[in-house]
C-alpha cells in the first residue's frame, strides 16, 4: 500500500472515530431526552443522520487528505457540538457551538479554496448541513429553552 493510500485510511479512520465518539454520547440521550424534545416541523426522521454522517464523514476525510489544521478545529468543534447537545443536554451550549463549527467550516472551505477547489467543494455538502443542523439547533433551544 502506498503512503498516500495509508495516509488517507488513517484519516478516514479518525473521521469515524470522531463519529464513534459523538455517537457514544449521542446514542443514549436519545431514546428519552430527544424523544420528548418538542421538533421544528422540518426536523428529519432519525433514519436520515446515519447515512448523511457517513457520507459526511467520508468526504471529511477526503478534504482532510488535501487540507490543513483548519480542519481540525472543525472536527474538534463536531464533537464538541455532540457533547454539548446530546452529552449535556444542553439545546443552548449545543447553539454555540453550532454556529462556531458553522464558522470553522466556512473558514476551511475558504482556505481550501485557493490551494484545491475539488477539496473546497468536497467541503460543500458539510458547509450546508451545518448550516441546517444550526437553524434546527436553533429551534430546538427556542422550543426547549429549559433544555
Given at each position: 500500500m502506498s503512503d498516500e493510500l495509508w495516509k488517507f485510511f488513517v484519516v478516514l479512520i479518525l473521521c469515524y472515530g470522531v463519529g464513534a465518539a459523538g455517537a457514544m454520547i449521542t446514542l443514549p440521550a436519545l431514546p428519552d431526552w430527544y424523544q420528548q424534545l418538542r421538533k421544528p416541523a422540518f426536523a428529519p426522521p432519525a433514519w436520515v443522520f446515519r447515512p448523511v454522517w457517513s457520507i459526511l464523514y467520508t468526504l471529511m476525510a477526503v478534504s482532510f487528505f488535501m487540507a490543513t489544521?483548519?480542519?481540525?478545529?472543525?472536527?474538534?468543534?463536531n464533537l464538541c457540538w455532540s457533547a454539548a447537545f446530546f452529552g449535556l443536554r444542553s439545546p443552548g451550549g449545543g447553539m454555540i457551538l453550532?454556529?462556531?463549527?458553522?464558522?470553522?467550516?466556512?473558514?476551511l472551505?475558504?482556505?481550501?479554496?485557493?490551494?484545491?477547489?475539488?477539496?473546497?467543494?468536497?467541503?460543500?455538502?458539510?458547509?450546508?448541513?451545518?448550516?441546517?443542523?444550526?437553524?434546527l439547533n436553533f429551534r430546538f433551544w427556542q422550543l426547549n429553552p429549559d433544555g
Open positions: 489544521a483548519t480542519f481540525m478545529l472543525q472536527l474538534f468543534l453550532a454556529t462556531a463549527l458553522l464558522g470553522s467550516v466556512a473558514a472551505l475558504t482556505a481550501l479554496w485557493p490551494v484545491s477547489q475539488q477539496a473546497a467543494l468536497l467541503q460543500a455538502p458539510y458547509f450546508l448541513w451545518t448550516s441546517f443542523a444550526v437553524l
